[in-house]
Structures are given as C-alpha cells and as structure tokens.
C-alpha cells in the first residue's frame, strides 16, 4: 500500500462527484470500483490513526507526563483532508476509551465549556467571532481560575506515512508547551489492534506470540482417550474383537521450540468388566504438516507413525488368535481368566492440535503377527500391508 496517502485525496476527491445520470455500464463498474477502493483506503487510514493513538497513549503509560492526576481539555483533532468529522470523532472517541482504561498514564479528560464556546469580541478594528480557546481573555481566565492543560491531537498524511503530531499546553494565553511528541507510521506496516486494556509494544506483543508459540517449553504431558475399532473377515466366518478403548498418558517432547517434529512415548490401560484388560506401551513420531512452526492463531495439522507392544487378556480377546472361533468358544473363555495374547503393531494417522492443548486423531493400525488371522479382516490394503483396526483420539496436553 506504498504512496496510499497520497492516491487517499485522489480517490476521495473524485469519490465526491456526483454520478452521472445515463452513464454507461463501464462508467457504473468504474465508480462502483472507485467506492470500493476509497472504503478499503479510509479502513487502512482508521486502523492506522488507532494504531498511533494506542502507542501515544502507551508511551504515557511507562513515562506519565504528570506526576499524578491532571484534567486534560481535548482542545483539537485535526485528520487529513478528505476524511473529514467522520475519522476526527473516532479518533477523540477512541482516545478517550482508551485513557478510560489505562489510568496510570495520570491523564484525565476533562469538559470545559468555556473552551469550546463561541466568543463573540467586539473593539475599534472591528469583530471577531471565535473559539474560548482561541480568545487570550478567556485564556487567561481559564488557566488563572483552574490551571488545566490542553491537549491537541494532529494527524496528518505525508507520502506513504501517517504522522501523529501531539501536544499538551497549559491553557495560559500565550499557550506554553509541556510536552510533545511525534509518532509516525509507513502505510504498509500493519496495526497492531492492540486491546485499551492491555497495551503492549511491538516487542512485547512478538515476546508474547513466541512465548504462546512455546507454550511452556517443548516437553508436555498427554492424556489420551482412543477407541480402536477392528475389521470383520468377512466371508472367513470369524469373530471380530469388540471395540477396545484406551486410557493413555505418557511424555511428549518437542524437537525444538518450533514443536515442527515431536516424539511421544506413552503407556495405556484398558479395561471392561468381564470382558477384557488390557496393557499397551506406543511410542509415535509426528510431523507438522501445515507450516514450519506450531501457531496458536489456527489449527495444526500432525502426520504421525507409533509403534505399539499391546498385551490383551479376557473372555472377549481370543479373537486375536490366528484360528477361526465361534460364539461357542467365545463362551467357553470366559471361564476363567480367559486366553492372554501380546501383539505388535504399526500406527500411521493424523492429529489435528488445537490451541496447543487439545488433539483429536484418527489412525489405521497393522498388526503384522495377526495379518493372517480368520477373525481379522482388512479395513485398507496397501500392497501387501493390511489395517485391521481404525482408531479415534481426543487427547489433552498439560
């Protein structure tokens, strides 16, 4: 948006012309594009002015100007041309919600009547019709009767740069200077759109992105609730294990403070009444698939591969023998503690963070020792490796 300023009293002065009555559709399409630009245009221009009133009023948060509470008249904002009392009352409208909240900055708006009241002055070299603050004698009234300051606001567009211009006087008739200041920013550096609550610099606000971006550091303790699924075998006549749900908690570590790869290493537990137990350890590597560094503005994108040792027992785990059961067998085990199998296998899926702390997945898993089991089948086959199991993860990281 380089030389923006200056195309802004372009734009705005031949956004000011009537349309012609009859004009052509090209004609039509040119002005509707002419409004379009000259909002975009006055948008970038508001958003700017805020961004400099924002960091007038944070530099009189860390170096007040008063020693303690002081009435400040807002004497005068003065935009530039074309804008017009549109932008000039958003601006006093924002700097006054802005010093609301930051009261250590030891300013006070104050109302003076006098001052914005017209005065109508009558001698010899004939009359003069102006502002209370524009006439020495209501001056000299004002400062001798309250001693209060002045507060003028300039804004003003030079080139590619919009340059705030403030100062603050005593409201004396020759109008002493107390203090003044110059702020000016390049069209093509974007606000801040910092909270009048929380006022921030620059540097701070990047200290604070980074620092959401670590998170507390790249080592993190996971909770994971999984639900595994397994394929029937179809025609095999098989029985299927029932769906397995896992409590998992473990480590994760962070590669660097990116968080662009990350390892876990967790153990799980699983258990239903009369059904099955079960035990597992997995350890998985992941990888940020949807940029160079882990955002806590959007949702990140984890392509991951885990490794599991998995030890399963109880009436409802004799379907992870190799043999073909039945029902009657299934019955059967559940006579005592029931057959005990202990397998390996290969994770390969997606996890989906959010905010850094929640983590919904889905993965397919190969058991390579049971690929030729008759109560498994195949969710997926890719080549020669089938995925008996699809599993779903909500995890929470601490």
């Not at 924002?94 to 009261?103: G, K, Q």
């Not at 403070?257 to 035990?279: H, K, M, R």
Request: proline share 7%; hydrophobic share 45%.
């Amino acid at each position: 948006m380089n030389r923006l300023f200056l195309a802004l009293f372009v734009v705005l002065a031949m956004g000011q012309a009537a349309p012609v009555w009859g004009a052509t559709p090209v004609e039509q399409a040119q002005q509707a594009e002419l409004d379009r630009v000259r909002a975009a245009v006055a948008d970038q221009v508001q958003l700017t002015a805020y961004d400099l009133i924002d960091e007038l009023v944070y530099g009189w948060v860390t170096e007040p100007v008063f020693p303690g509470s002081t009435p400040v008249v807002l004497a005068g904002v003065t935009v530039p041309v074309g804008l017009g009392t549109g932008l000039q009352a958003l601006v006093e409208n924002h700097i006054a919600a802005v010093l609301a909240e930051n009261p250590t900055t030891n300013i006070q708006l104050a109302h003076c009547p006098a001052c914005t009241a017209t005065v109508v002055h009558s001698g010899p070299e004939g009359t003069i019709i102006s502002r209370g603050l524009d006439n020495p004698d209501v001056l000299a009234e004002i400062g001798s009767a309250t001693g209060r300051h002045a507060l003028f606001l300039d804004i003003e567009a030079e080139g590619a740069w919009l340059v705030l211009r403030a100062r603050i006087t005593r409201l004396t008739p020759d109008l002493p200077i107390v203090w003044s200041h110059t702020i000016a920013s390049s069209a093509s550096t974007p606000p801040l759109l910092r909270q009048p609550s929380q006022l921030k610099s620059a540097t701070q606000a990047r200290d604070e992105y980074l620092d959401a971006l670590r998170d507390r550091g790249p080592i993190a303790i996971p909770a994971r609730f999984v639900i595994r699924t397994y394929a029937a075998p179809g025609d095999q006549g098989g029985v299927p294990p029932p769906p397995f749900l896992w409590l998992q908690t473990g480590v994760e570590l962070g590669a660097n403070e990116s968080l662009a790869w990350t390892s876990s290493i967790v153990v799980g537990y699983s258990f239903i009444p009369q059904a099955y137990q079960g035990l597992m350890a997995q350890a998985r590597i992941s990888r940020l698939m949807t940029g160079r560094t882990r955002s806590h503005l959007r949702p990140d994108l984890y392509g991951f591969i885990g490794v599991s040792a998995i030890s399963v027992w109880g009436a409802a785990t004799g379907s992870f023998r190799t043999e073909k059961i039945n029902a009657d067998e299934i019955l059967m085990d559940s006579i005592g503690d029931g057959p005990r199998t202990t397998f390996g296998a290969i994770q390969l899926g997606l996890d989906l963070r959010l905010g850094n702390r929640i983590g919904l997945a889905v993965f397919l898993e190969t058991m390579p020792n049971l690929s030729d089991s008759r109560n498994l089948g195949d969710y997926i086959a890719v080549g020669t490796i089938g995925f008996q199991a699809i599993g779903t993860e909500v995890g929470v990281c601490f």
